[in-house]
């Protein structure tokens, strides 16, 4: 089955840097556009980044010139680069695909950013 293991979340302050990085296995990785998305506390689930299997990316508005999704198919992982982070950023990130018309998640791994 399709699984999504995020990892590296957790707590910096404003200005600074964190790298996500999601690993799939049960997909044909290099086949799959994969996405990166995040939910605030009381929010809606919000897109962040999408990269395309032929590495065409895609960014939100609120994220452009600050983070940078990028793609290893050797190693079956999508990975978010997010620099000079803002308290604003502060929410779970979630790691994405389709298949079929089925969307599939990750855990999440939370991300917090202090003032």
């Known amino acids: 089955q399709v699984q999504l293991v995020e990892s590296g979340g957790g707590l910096v302050q404003a200005g600074g840097s964190l790298r996500l990085s999601c690993v799939a296995s049960?997909?044909?990785?290099?086949?799959?556009?994969m996405g990166w998305y995040r939910q605030a506390p009381g929010k809606e689930r919000e897109l962040v980044a999408t990269i395309s299997n032929g590495g065409i990316t895609n960014n939100a508005d609120s994220v452009k010139g600050r983070f940078t999704i990028s793609r290893d198919n050797a190693k079956n992982t999508v990975s978010l680069q997010m620099n000079s982070l803002k308290p604003e950023d502060t929410a779970v990130y979630y790691c994405?695909?389709?298949?079929?018309?089925?969307?599939?998640w990750g855990q999440g791994t939370q991300v917090t950013v202090s003032s």
């Open positions: 049960g997909i044909v990785f290099s086949t799959f556009h």
């Open positions: 994405n695909t389709n298949r079929l018309g089925q969307n599939y």
